[in-house]
C-alpha cells in the first residue's frame, strides 16, 4: 500500500523486513522488485529479477513475479510475455482482473486479450 503512495523509502524498509525472515522461498521477491523499480532503483529491482529467474530455473511458479517487476520498470512488453508464459504453464492469473500494480497494462489490446485468454473476461 506505501508504494502506491510513493511512499518507496517506507515501503523497501518494510518488504525488507518481511523478507529478512525468509530464506527458502521466493516470497515477496516480486513485491521487493516492483517497489524498487518504481523508486528509480532499477538495480535492485534487476537483482530481484534476477533471483526470481533462479528460482523459476528451480521449477518454480513465478512467472507472475517476474512480470509484475518488469510492469514495475516499465517493461511492458516483458511483463506480457511472463504473464502469457504463466498461463501457458498453468500458474495462477486470476491477480490480472484486480491487481492495482497492473494498472498501466489494463489499456493494452494485448493485456485484454491475455484476460480473455485467461478467461477472466468475456
Keep these: ?18 523478507r529478512a525472515g525468509i530464506t527458502n522461498s ?14 528509480g532503483d532499477a ?9 526470481l529467474e533462479d528460482w523459476k ?6 512467472r507472475v513475479g517476474i512480470a509484475q517487476i518488469h510492469v514495475g520498470l516499465h517493461e511492458y512488453d516483458l511483463a506480457l510475455d511472463e504473464f502469457e ?8 492469473v486470476s491477480q490480472l482482473l484486480s491487481d492495482p500494480t497492473l ?4 489499456p493494452l489490446p494485448r493485456f485484454q486479450t491475455l484476460l480473455q485468454k485467461a478467461g477472466l473476461k468475456k
Design 43 to 51: 538495480a535492485n529491482a534487476r537483482k530481484y529479477l534476477a533471483e
Design 26 to 39: 521466493p516470497a515477496f521477491l516480486d513485491s521487493a522488485g516492483f517497489i524498487y523499480a518504481r523508486s
Design 57 to 62: 530455473g528451480k521449477g518454480y511458479a513465478v
Design 85 to 92: 508464459q504463466a498461463l501457458a504453464k498453468g500458474e495462477t
Design 103 to 106: 494498472d498501466d497494462l489494463r
Design 1 to 18: 500500500m506505501l508504494e502506491r503512495k510513493a511512499d518507496y523509502p517506507r515501503a523497501i524498509a518494510e518488504i525488507l523486513k518481511v
